[in-house]
């Protein structure tokens, strides 16, 4: 039953039916099939085969889909916790749930510790080191949305060129193509990385500012 749902949602060897879908995972669902409460969660989250969006049955599914052990649905009661559908919204929450899901190598929600870690949500402090740990796991797998954020991530900070190996030896957040990328962009006119950098470090205050003439010898990330 739940495979015939998954084939008439993808429309492989049939014709495409989500409603058709639906009524087959419910019977699949109600049998215990745990994907299949999964895959009819996801349904009734995006009102897709079904009359209306019915966001507390769907976490009622995920939930139980929970406790018997699913991945992919701790990632999806993670989204309507951080959205607030059909449940209170609860950034806290929704992160636990990721995290719990990422640890057991789910991609959606390794991609979205990664962006906590680069945004600072929650209770996750910034720390692009980790954001990077976690966007490229997530990329690994194919991931999209964590391919595109972890080339943003170490691009070069100057230039914008993707996949930047050279990496500010003192703040370890941004990544330049080459030495000289990091000397202009350390006291780039419209946004200096000393600003930046020299404000995470404990001995900012004896930092020289650099000169036009001595970037080098003045630059803490350079050496």
Not at 206 to 216: D, E, Q
């Amino acid at each position: 039953m739940h495979n015939l749902g998954c084939l008439l949602g993808l429309g492989e060897g049939c014709e495409q039916n989500y409603s058709t879908a639906v009524d087959w995972f419910r019977q699949a669902a109600s049998q215990g099939h745990v994907e299949a409460m999964v895959n009819l969660g996801v349904l009734l989250t995006d009102g897709t085969g079904v009359d209306q969006v019915d966001h507390e049955q769907a976490n009622a599914l995920f939930r139980e889909a929970i406790e018997a052990g699913n991945i992919n649905a701790l990632y999806h009661m993670g989204y309507s916790c951080f959205y607030g559908q059909g449940v209170e919204q609860n950034t806290a929450t929704a992160l636990s749930y990721w995290q719990r899901a990422a640890d057991q190598g789910n991609a959606l929600a390794t991609w979205e510790i990664g962006q906590a870690y680069w945004k600072g949500t929650g209770e996750y402090d910034v720390d692009f080191k980790l954001a990077k740990k976690y966007s490229k796991a997530s990329a690994a797998q194919g991931n999209d949305y964590a391919i595109a954020d972890f080339k943003t991530m170490t691009s070069c900070a100057l230039c914008g060129t993707g996949s930047a190996p050279r990496v500010c030896a003192s703040c370890k957040q941004v990544h330049y193509c080459n030495k000289e990328c990091q000397l202009l962009h350390w006291s780039d006119p419209s946004d200096p990385h000393m600003a930046h950098c020299c404000s995470r470090r404990p001995d900012a205050s004896s930092v020289k500012s650099p000169t036009a003439a001595k970037p080098k010898s003045d630059c803490p990330c350079a050496a």
